[in-house]
């Protein structure tokens, strides 16, 4: 039987190098178990399937991931089925060596059998050795919580990559003239490299592991290979180098065929903040190793070695990371990277000696293009000085179609905001230019894009052009880590709305390869105190969970010596000498890895940098024995951006910011309390008793040291308040009395808080837990300066780094440090997250196993709904205040509970799927707490209703 004929469309065919895979899916049904996986060679099988369906078959968190050099790689799955208390009791896995045998059910790599465990995450392969370049097809089937097995799932696969140093034969290469720079710019123009080898014909397979000392792009027979952008990304370049894997069997011809690249100087080379150009090396360079195997089984090597051609006269005269992309059409090379062109004009490359630099898996989500943005407006402030709005503060970069004339420069600039006169403002770029040129060859129409650097816009400026162009001369190209999107959310207030989207694009703004600080200015760098206040923001938006493992690596890479954690990582300079150790910056080398496990739970990244973590506190103490962080604290950020840098008639001059004691032993201790959890789940028992002693040891030392008996902490600050409780360094009876000194100081700030980055969404978060959320839903809906609907209310398409950067009336903030696309204030997303739509992971039970399902309704909203796909499935909370009564529907994932908060003062008022919600199945009553109850529910989907007054 054709399955292709009759009602069953093929729903996606993918050709591998070891046989054809299928996917069938019978047309028009939505049934269960209509998807059934099927292989061309195989037999149809009919599934008895129980309602469990699995879903989302992940391989190191990604999706059929290729090239990695995990030995032990761990499988995943998520699980949708509409019973409530559905669980999996047990599972199956199936890994083969070829779709074919998988297709019959056989797994030769690893068959788990059955085994009974509600584990769906992390399943450990336990197989056959995997080798380099083995490939690994694997599915799984799932039993429910009445022992039904579900109908196998779709397959998925994966592939190793060279995991022996000694599978590399390829050498570093360079092109000539690297260190010579360009005068307009300071960026080195980019290589141009190409070989040219023949083939017999009949490939069967072939794959290229190929990296850089730069950013490359890679391209075969005049093709671009593979979408990555601003490949292999930055790491820790002294230490570690990603190498990218592509199967490329299909651009390969009988005949002549050509492997080219492009390689500019990226973060390797060029211009970084702080330790200017070359922070790594003087010479961009390039590595590929093309491996092909033929029908007759026979296989041919090609890498990269002195029979290389190259040159760095190309087209590409210029690019950097900050200042752009010049690109001169008159250089190009006609048909550089495909047969028939004459080399001989290029160089011999120049070849390397080999290092001792680690090649790994690029085990992160690349760097690609996500969405496209047209322009909404086009004006022309100056004649002939074009200027497009693409509606929506961006990064990337953008595609150009105009005419221009043979000769004459076309400059595209970019700027996140405009000046009164409707020319771009630039000053905030500080030393970071963005701008692109393109110098048409001839007369007419082009298109352009660059390859090898980023900008952070929302305005574009054409200038030279030979026409007066329409908005479709621009395309904007938003490109990021392309980390999948987790959480979505919506309220009634359509200003709570755009401030999460502002979030969210502020999100995608400075995911690039490490966690930045912003897009746009000469920095961009991945500093640590910012992703330490917005990681569990981040976290709730997207599924950054192989982003962080990747990124938590380059921060163990850069610790320093002593143990001090960076300020920023990578790390381009010296960590021994400068830039670590700060407080709340080096602490997110603690921080981040513990939200990377309660998000999750991912043992393995905290036994990874379990030690790491641990000799970050060690440094600190040794510098303190008396336990107050006074000495050996690197530079002083404190609560960057509290309110004493707020310059505003008739607000206070000072008292905001915490006194830089209290600030880093808050840290001190909180990093203390983390390591002694680390050490308990990674089963280091004396260190588990020792941190948690220390901890102990810390939090009585702040309590002496710096909080009196009615609760007032040493400087009366709002964020000083909101570390302590924050982080439980406060007796018990004082926390009601600290949080009466916070309110009352918010008070004194007329209702608005007068928090830096470090403390302002931990103002919110206490002030919530310590049922203050009507105060904090206040300052969140404040229109008033400093808030973030002030933001929103002057322009903000994205989170700025201040709370003024532009005033309508006034202008803007100091140009030194103005940046409209800073994500620490946006960390009052976790706040939306937990208390808007309610959702909260729960410490005890990682990886969203158990949840806490708890709105507080406030701020006149009347709605709010969130969906978020959490490691074990999506979870949806939706509240509503209809007719006189609250109404939550939930869905709770199968194989995970939750608890959830009704904000009902006795039991019997609680209606669930319209009956007394004791009666309900999978609904058990906990305890009541002020004016609400408290339920424990089974995975499912409820709707529970509550009459409020
Ligand atoms: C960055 C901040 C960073 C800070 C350190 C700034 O220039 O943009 O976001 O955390 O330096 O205080």
């Keep these: ?12 065919v993918s050709r591998h190098c070891h046989g054809t895979m299928t996917t069938y899916q019978l047309a028009g049904l939505t049934a269960r178990c209509v998807s059934l996986a099927l292989f061309v060679s195989a037999g149809l099988t009919v599934c008895t399937a129980a309602p469990l369906r699995i879903e989302n078959l992940r391989c190191e968190y990604r999706v059929n991931p290729a090239g990695l050099d995990v030995r032990t790689p761990r499988l995943s799955w998520t699980l949708t089925g509409d019973r409530r208390g559905e669980r999996q009791t047990a599972y ?26 509600d584990q769906t995450i992390h399943i450990l392969y336990a197989g056959q050795p995997l080798k380099s370049r083995a490939r690994a097809w694997w599915r799984v089937r799932a039993w429910d919580k009445d022992s039904q097995p579900s109908a196998w799932s779709s397959p998925a696969q994966w592939s190793m990559g060279l995991i ?98 492009l390689v500019g100087e990226g973060w390797y080379a060029g211009r970084l903040m702080a330790v200017g150009r070359f922070a790594y090396g003087t010479h961009p360079r390039f590595l590929l190793q093309l491996e092909i195997e033929f029908d007759d089984g026979t296989r041919q090597t090609l890498a990269t070695d002195q029979t290389w051609r190259s040159t760095s006269n190309g087209p590409i005269t210029a690019a950097g990371i900050y200042d752009g992309e010049n ?21 011999p490359a120049a070849v390397s000696p080999p290092d001792s630099r680690a090649l790994v898996w690029q085990r992160n989500e690349p760097i690609q293009v996500q969405r496209e943005m047209s322009p909404t407006r086009l004006t022309e402030p100056r004649p002939g000085t074009y200027v497009f709005d693409l509606g929506q503060n961006m990064v990337g970069w953008c595609r150009v179609h105009a005419r221009g004339a043979a000769g004459r420069p076309v ?86 709305n755009r401030l999460m989207e502002n979030i969210v694009w502020t999100e995608r703004a400075n995911l690039m390869s490490s966690p930045n600080d912003c897009p746009q200015r000469d920095e961009r760098f991945g500093w640590m105190g910012d992703i330490q206040a917005f990681a569990q923001t981040a976290m709730f938006n997207m599924n950054l969970a192989a982003f962080a493992t990747k990124w938590l690596q380059d921060v163990r890479d850069d610790q320093a010596d002593d143990g001090r954690f960076p ?16 407080p709340a910056w080096a602490d997110a080398g603690t921080i981040v890895p513990w939200r990377a496990y309660q998000n999750y739970a991912d043992l393995r990244l905290l036994e990874e940098h379990f030690d790491a973590a641990r000799r970050w506190v060690d440094y600190i103490h040794r510098a303190n024995p008396d336990l107050i962080w006074n000495k050996g604290r690197g530079n002083d950020y404190n609560d960057w951006l509290n309110g004493d840098w707020v310059k505003q008639t008739g607000w206070p001059t000072n008292g905001a910011s915490v006194p830089n004691a209290v600030f880093a032993t808050a840290f001190f201790a909180h990093s203390t309390e983390l390591v002694a959890k680390m050490a308990a789940l990674t089963g280091h028992r004396e260190e588990a008793q020792h941190y948690a002693a220390l901890f102990n040891d810390i939090k009585a030392a702040f309590q002496r040291r710096f909080v009196a008996s009615d609760g007032r902490i040493e400087g009366d600050t709002q964020g000083g308040y909101a570390l302590a409780l924050n982080f439980d360094l406060l007796p018990e009876q004082l926390r009601p009395p600290a949080t009466a000194h916070l309110v009352n100081n918010i008070h004194r700030y007329h209702d608005h808080l007068s928090t830096g980055i470090q403390t302002t969404h931990r103002a919110m978060l206490e002030l919530g837990r310590n049922r203050h959320e009507d105060l904090a839903w206040q300052m969140l809906t404040n229109r008033t300066f400093p808030s973030w609907l002030y933001m929103l209310d002057n322009g903000a398409t994205t989170v700025w780094e201040r709370w003024d950067g532009y005033v309508r009336g006034r202008g803007f903030q100091d140009a030194g440090m103005n940046s409209f696309n800073h994500w620490a204030f946006g960390a009052v997303g976790e706040w939306i997250w937990r208390y808007v739509v309610g959702l909260n992971p729960d410490d005890a039970a990682a990886g969203w196993k158990h949840f806490v399902v708890a709105p507080k309704p406030g701020g006149g909203v009347t709605w709010a709904r969130g969906d978020y796909d959490s490691i074990r499935g999506r979870i949806t909370s939706q509240w509503r205040l209809v007719d006189g009564a609250f109404t939550l529907e939930l869905t709770v994932p199968p194989n995970t509970t939750a608890t959830v908060y009704l904000p009902a003062r006795e039991v019997g008022q609680v209606r669930e799927s319209g009956r007394p919600a004791r009666q309900a199945p999978g609904v058990t009553w906990l305890r009541g707490v002020t004016g609400e109850t408290v339920w424990r529910v089974a995975s499912g989907h409820y709707s529970f209703r509550v009459p409020v007054p």
């Design 567 to 582: 300020d920023f990582a990578p790390h381009p300079g010296n960590p021994n000498r400068q830039f670590s150790g700060v």
């Design 1 to 12: 039987m054709d399955l292709a004929d009759g009602p069953w469309q093929a729903a996606r």
């Design 92 to 117: 199956r896995v199936l890994v083969a060596s070829s779709a074919r045998i998988l297709a019959e059910d056989r797994g030769d790599l690893w068959d788990s059998g059955k085994v009974a465990s």
């Design 411 to 496: 400059t595209i600039r970019h700027a996140e905001m405009l000046n009164e006169d409707g020319t771009l403002y630039t000053a905030n770029l500080r030393g970071a230019p963005q701008i692109d040129r393109y110098m048409p060859r001839v007369d007419g129409e082009f298109t352009f894009e660059p390859h090898f650097t980023y900008h952070g816009f929302r305005y574009v400026e054409l200038t030279g052009l030979a026409q007066r162009p329409t908005t479709r001369a621009v395309l904007g190209r938003v490109f990021h880590s392309a980390a999948p999107l987790a959480g979505r959310l919506a309220c009634s207030d359509p200003s709570l």
């Design 164 to 261: 022996e140093p000694s599978d590399w034969q390829a050498r570093w290469i360079a092109g000539p003239g690297g260190s010579s720079t360009n005068s307009k710019t300071g960026a080195l123009p980019a290589s141009m490299f190409r070989k040219s080898f023949p083939l017999p014909g009949g490939v069967r397979c072939a794959i290229a592991y190929v990296t850089a000392d730069g950013v490359y792009e890679l391209r075969l027979n005049g093709h671009r290979v593979g979408n990555h952008l601003l490949a292999p990304e930055w790491t820790s370049y002294r230490r570690r180098v990603q190498y990218q894997t592509v199967e490329v069997t299909a651009l390969l011809r009988r005949g002549e065929n050509v492997v080219a690249a």
């Design 327 to 347: 690109y001169d059409a008159r250089k190009e090379w006609p048909g550089w990277d495909a047969p028939g062109f004459d080399d001989h004009p290029w160089s």
